[in-house]
Nanobody, 129 residues
């Protein structure tokens, strides 16, 4: 059973940094993707970033245009913890941030919530101006 739990959310001033962690357990696939999405109040869930690993090596990484150059996705052991380092945060970054997982092959819908089977409960990030 794949389980994901986010942590590290909180209040951050515009221009500041915050690192989110996704604690991962139960992944046994050789190829899998871990993604970050966010959902602001009254809006749809929005893609932030994903990375695909195959045989423990990074295979593909993609970030949303709005966070490119500011939100690197990193991990030492992706079957244990995946991080989203959020730099130069903007007030509109306020949202609940979710990590999600897809296993078995490269997701054909890697930038869509429908491409992921497993989800964490989310972590609140609040940006202030």
């Amino acid at each position: 059973q794949v389980q994901l739990v986010e942590s590290g959310g909180g209040l951050v001033q515009a221009g500041g940094s915050l690192r989110l962690s996704c604690a991962v357990s139960g992944i046994t696939f050789n190829t899998y993707s871990i993604a970050w999405f966010r959902q602001a109040p009254g809006k749809e869930r929005e893609f932030v970033a994903f990375r695909t690993w195959s045989l423990e090596q990074p295979l593909k990484t993609e970030l949303a245009d709005s966070v490119k150059g500011r939100f690197p996705i990193t991990s030492i052991n992706p079957k244990n913890t995946v991080y989203l380092q959020m730099n130069k945060l903007k007030p509109e970054a306020t949202a609940v941030y979710y990590c999600a997982a897809h296993g078995g092959d490269e997701s054909l819908l890697a930038t869509s919530p429908s491409g992921y089977t497993y989800w964490g409960p989310g972590a609140q990030v609040t940006g202030s101006s």
